[in-house]
């Protein structure tokens, strides 16, 4: 049975369409049993209804983390969900993960906190992206650390292979996110990281990579700072959305709409899961602030995969 703690307060969609996706991922899969972490006098009756009840457990909170509070300081609020969860993650062997969508400092600081940091290493928030092709592309960091030293930039290295090693990658491509792809390109830190990486015996280094290739299926793992690595999403998000848009509208009405749609599902974070944060005891997925019920729906099932 894989169990996971689920935070349903602090993102920009309300708890009840969140609990939705959660009930509906916990009735598909039947090995699965979710600590749900709200305001019980808005969920139970939800929760009450659903085919799967017996293998939930609604946990009542009367505090929030918002984007406003101090992240610094989130862990210390003991009625919060985001900190009731992880607690119940730290305190039971048996929860394999959290998921949440609400801020992600908070999630950061009470994983350190509460779940700790695995020695010798440093958290790094990873995200799966979709490269040409339909191949998994993992992009890290892309938040947890705004700085970053060159040796950073090896453990992100090595924490991304092995995590596509998992995903049956013997020996995955890895990336330097750059402004060019000549090793002499970066700034300071990078062209250091870039001499590190290629002393790295066991690591298959191909390079720098320039952001215009970073969907182009030439690598497996693009790691940078989380800084970079937070405005290439947004700027893969972003621009995905106005194109698509663009293009829906100069075609609106002919058979290409079905295609249309089918690409943007590809593409949209909804359908996908959330990014993940390593290097804690447990992995954290963090969703979107605005992710629906659809999102914490396949969040849930990737976070089951991550934990068989």
């Known amino acids: 049975m894989v169990q996971l703690a689920i935070d349903l307060l602090g993102a920009d969609t309300p708890e009840e369409a969140l609990c939705a996706g959660a009930l509906r991922a916990l009735e598909a899969n039947g090995d699965l049993f979710l600590h749900l972490f709200g305001h019980a006098e808005r969920l139970s009756a939800m929760v009450s209804a659903s085919p799967a009840r017996a293998r939930a457990e609604l946990v009542d909170c009367a505090g929030t983390v918002t984007n406003y509070d101090d992240s610094m300081t989130a862990?210390?609020?003991?009625?919060?969900?985001?900190?009731?969860?992880?607690?119940?993650?730290?305190?039971?062997d048996a929860v394999s993960s959290v998921i949440t969508c609400g801020s992600t400092g908070a999630a950061m600081v009470?994983?350190?906190?509460?779940?700790?940091?695995?020695?010798?290493?440093?958290?790094?928030?990873?995200?799966?992206?979709?490269?040409?092709?339909?191949?998994?592309?993992?992009?890290?960091?892309?938040?947890?650390?705004?700085?970053?030293?060159?040796?950073?930039?090896?453990?992100?290295?090595?924490?991304?292979?092995?995590?596509?090693?998992?995903?049956?990658?013997?020996?995955?491509?890895?990336?330097?996110?750059?402004?060019?792809?000549?090793d002499t390109k970066g700034c300071e830190?990078?062209?250091?990281?870039?001499?590190?990486?290629?002393?790295?015996?066991?690591?298959?280094?191909?390079?720098?990579?320039?952001?215009?290739?970073?969907?182009?299926?030439?690598?497996?793992?693009?790691?940078?700072?989380?800084?970079?690595?937070?405005?290439?999403?947004?700027?893969?998000?972003?621009?995905?959305?106005?194109?698509?848009?663009?293009v829906e509208e100069r075609l609106a009405g002919s058979d290409c709409r079905d295609t249309l749609q089918a690409i943007r599902r590809k593409y949209d974070y909804n359908t996908q899961g959330g990014a993940i944060l390593l290097g804690v005891n447990k992995p954290v997925m963090k969703g979107h602030g605005s992710a629906t019920g659809e999102?914490?729906?396949?969040?849930?099932?990737r976070a089951c995969q991550i934990a068989r």
């Not at 999102?295 to 099932?301: D, G, L, N, V, Y």
């Open 189 to 246: 830190a990078v062209k250091a990281a870039n001499a590190l990486l290629n002393q790295q015996d066991g690591l298959n280094f191909i390079g720098n990579i320039e952001a215009t290739h970073a969907l182009s299926g030439k690598t497996d793992v693009i790691v940078c700072d989380g800084f970079h690595g937070n405005i290439l999403l947004k700027s893969i998000e972003g621009t995905a959305k106005t194109v698509l848009a663009e």
């Open 110 to 182: 009470c994983a350190i906190r509460l779940l700790g940091r695995k020695r010798g290493t440093r958290p790094v928030l990873a995200v799966e992206l979709i490269a040409r092709g339909g191949q998994p592309l993992l992009l890290l960091d892309c938040g947890a650390n705004i700085d970053a030293h060159p040796e950073h930039y090896v453990f992100f290295a090595e924490t991304g292979s092995e995590y596509m090693r998992r995903l049956g990658y013997a020996a995955p491509r890895v990336a330097l996110l750059s402004n060019g792809a000549e």
């Open 295 to 301: 999102a914490m729906e396949h969040m849930i099932s």
């Open 75 to 92: 862990y210390q609020q003991t009625d919060a969900s985001i900190v009731k969860a992880m607690r119940l993650a730290a305190e039971n």
